[in-house]
């Protein structure tokens, strides 16, 4: 008796006597020590206070049981401590009917209850909307839930016990499955996204987590598949990647490029279009920066384009464009490129824009304009041709009267010794009149079909020259004539006049504010060439100018003074003759060098 | 220079056609000037020059259509201020205004020789 009294004190789960109207006869250490009472007053209460009102229902009926000869079998109530928490005790239990006592055994479960509660919240919450099935290790399915059956169109019915090939899309490769199998079936999850089809036919995508699942013995049992609807993401992110690829393709066609600035990090994102146009190599993971950016456009444009950024990054302003950019590969090419601010709270945080390759359109602008300058020029030819034709004719009466008198007096010796040098001065200023207008004429001479012919080289220039002297004379302009060469060009005359008299307007322009006002015209005689050198008393064209001054449109002089052809028409006009010119420096000085072939 | 040699000057301009004929006087050439081209078709008609000197730009008509109206037989010679006359049909030689008197001569002198 000594031993089961041990027995029942040193226990270390709960044990407990009990009358059945409610009063605890005997209890051990370990039932005090679970609910927090005194030994003492545990026995001068009644039990069923200790028990949580919403469990005293089930325990009464589990007592009556035990009254009719049952016995309790992990029995669970929940029981007061005397911190009024509560405890959760399971019980076992059997009643003598010769004592009329209950001997009851308990294990606080609190612990394991409250772990498993938590378990189960959180597995609500992982499946919670998912798609889950399960298959045996052959991939038959064993499990799956509402939500699957829902979305693949199928019922439980249809699919328990089908291996999970049924719902193959024959999307996925082969070896997608082979590696798949191979992972889940080493006991490793997998996860991935699996495109299947519904039993109407349609795709349904499920981002799709495989969790092999052991048995006690580490054996594989089964495959779970815990996963998630990704068909509407996965449909819109099709569409959108067409809708990008459309755009792309779009952007290619028109060359137009996207681009972003991100104004705190002065970092640039860039289409694939804008890295073809400025023939930028993309380098992944890599973003130009805005100084880099900027640099991708010729020189005189950069102070152009950088204001309107800044301008656009401080006030939000929009900005539009037409720039030449200098390519990655140094290819110069003309552009439109815009650009406009993006706020996000109040602040300017982005600017974004295009550029577009207009090279096409700006060639055939400038190809445009410079017929257009040309005819302009032809028609204004034209109508100087027709007044020098009729002012011929009015001055030529006249001054043959002058030169007929002055031939006459001389002939009769009508003027003393004394007067004959002054009349023959008459004759030369009159022979000078009459070459100044016979120069004019044919300057002026625009004849339908160019005349090509050997001429003079020498007395080309010395017409130019002649043409010129008013301006020359009236600017105090010093014309030196050197080393000339008695040589013939085959050339239309009349062109090339007027090429040699705008390089000297041109120069007489360029010197008329200096103190030392000259220009030299070299002839210099080659093995095959003529050339001719055209220097003035300039102190040369600046190097950044140097290679645009034969480009149409571009002139330094003042809007009164850029009258003329231009050098982009002497150039075309040379071009004709198979002749060329070339700018360099002479000493320091601006010189023009034409080159002819001997004819 | 005995043999006739007789030289007309067509010319709407009355001075040139004075010095025309001044210098006719000392050069020894028989030198009739008319500023009207009707007088001087009908003096051709009437007496054939060896030259007639024919301005291009007359009163109302150009110098070509004059030669057109005078026979054959005579040398016609254009007085012309342009670079390059519409036409030189009818005509022997071109003299350009303004010319030197030592090229009109030089011009009746050529053809002289060639007559004797």
Not at chain 1, 114 to 139: C, F, H, N, P
Request: overall charge negative; some cysteine.
């Amino acid at each position: 008796m000594e031993n089961y009294k041990k027995f029942f004190d040193l226990s270390l789960d709960i044990m407990c006597i009990a009358t059945p109207d409610g009063r605890l006869e005997r209890v051990n250490g370990v039932f005090t020590e679970c609910l927090g009472y005194p030994h003492d007053d545990l026995l001068s209460m009644r039990y069923f206070d200790l028990i949580h009102p919403d469990d005293l229902k089930a325990s009464e009926r589990e007592l009556t049981d035990l009254g009719s000869g049952h016995l309790t079998k992990n029995f669970e109530n929940r029981c007061r401590h005397a911190d009024r928490s509560y405890r959760i005790i399971s019980w076992s239990a059997s009643a003598d009917s010769e004592s009329n006592l209950i001997f009851a055994m308990g294990r606080e479960i609190t612990n394991q209850v409250v772990e498993q509660d938590r378990l189960g919240q959180i597995e609500t919450a992982l499946i919670a909307d998912k798609i889950i099935s399960e298959t045996d290790r052959r991939g038959d399915i064993i499990f799956l839930n509402d939500e699957y059956c829902r979305l693949s169109g199928y019922s439980r019915e249809e699919l328990l016990g089908k291996n999970h090939r049924l719902l193959n899309s024959a999307y996925h490769p082969k070896q997608f499955f082979d590696d798949l199998w191979q992972k889940v079936s080493a006991g490793e999850v997998w996860s991935g996204l699996i495109r299947n089809q519904k039993k109407n036919g349609d795709y349904f995508y499920l981002q799709t987590l495989i969790i092999p699942m052991f048995d006690m013995m580490g054996t594989i049992s089964s495959y779970l598949s815990v996963c998630q609807d990704q068909t509407n993401s996965v449909m819109h992110e099709g569409a959108f990647t067409r809708t990008l690829e459309i755009l792309n393709e779009t952007s290619a066609i028109a060359k137009v490029g996207g681009w972003e600035l991100d104004v705190a990090s002065g970092e640039l994102t860039w289409t694939d279009e804008t890295f073809k146009i400025l023939e930028v190599e993309k380098q992944h993971g890599q973003k130009p920066m805005l100084p880099e950016g900027l640099q991708l456009f010729i020189p005189e444009h950069i102070p152009l384009v950088e204001e309107a950024v800044n301008r656009a990054m401080t006030t939000g302003e929009p900005y539009a464009l037409e720039v030449q950019a200098r390519t990655a590969k140094g290819n110069v090419l003309w552009v439109y490129t815009n650009g406009k601010a993006n706020y996000a709270d109040g602040k300017i945080v982005s600017l974004s824009g295009t550029i577009q390759d207009i090279q096409a359109r700006k060639t055939a602008e400038i190809k445009y304009e410079e017929e257009r300058q040309k005819s302009l020029h032809a028609a204004k030819m034209v109508s100087l041709g027709e007044l020098a034709a009729s002012m011929a004719h009015d001055i030529n009466n006249p001054l043959g009267v002058i030169l007929g008198y002055a031939d006459l007096l001389i002939q009769t010796n009508a003027v003393a010794p004394s007067h004959v040098k002054k009349v023959e001065s008459i004759k030369k200023a009159s022979a000078r009149i009459q070459h100044i207008v016979q120069s004019l004429r044919k300057y002026s001479r625009t004849d339908s079909e160019k005349k090509f012919e050997n001429c003079n080289l020498q007395l080309v220039i010395e017409e130019a020259i002649e043409l010129a002297r008013p301006r020359l004379k009236n600017e105090s302009v010093e014309v030196r004539l050197q080393n000339s060469v008695i040589g013939e060009i085959f050339c239309n005359h009349i062109e090339i006049e007027q090429v040699l008299l705008n390089l000297i307007n041109n120069s007489i322009d360029a010197v008329s504010r200096l103190d030392d006002k000259w220009i030299a015209i070299e002839t210099i005689a080659e093995p095959d060439k003529y050339c001719v050198s055209i220097t003035d008393s300039g102190l040369g064209i600046a190097s950044e100018l140097q290679y645009r001054i034969f480009e149409t449109f571009f002139t330094t002089k003042t809007a009164d003074r850029g009258t003329g052809l231009g050098l982009s028409i002497i150039v075309g006009i040379l071009e004709e003759h198979d002749a060329q010119i070339d700018y360099l420096l002479n000493n320091g000085h601006t010189c023009f060098k034409l080159s002819f072939n001997k004819a | 220079m005995t043999e006739k040699f007789e030289i007309y000057y067509l010319d709407d301009e009355q001075d040139l056609c004075d010095i025309v004929e001044e210098y006719g006087e000392i050069a020894n050439i028989a030198v009739s000037t008319f500023t009207n081209h009707e007088n001087a078709i009908a003096a051709c008609a009437d007496t054939e020059p060896d030259i007639l000197f024919i301005d291009y730009r007359l009163q109302g008509i150009t110098g070509d259509k004059v030669a057109q109206r005078i026979s054959d037989a005579v040398t016609k010679v254009l007085v012309t201020v342009e670079l390059q006359p519409p036409t030189l049909a009818g005509f022997s030689s071109v003299l350009a205004k303004p010319f030197d008197l030592k090229d009109f001569l030089e011009i009746i002198t050529k053809y002289r020789e060639a007559k004797f």
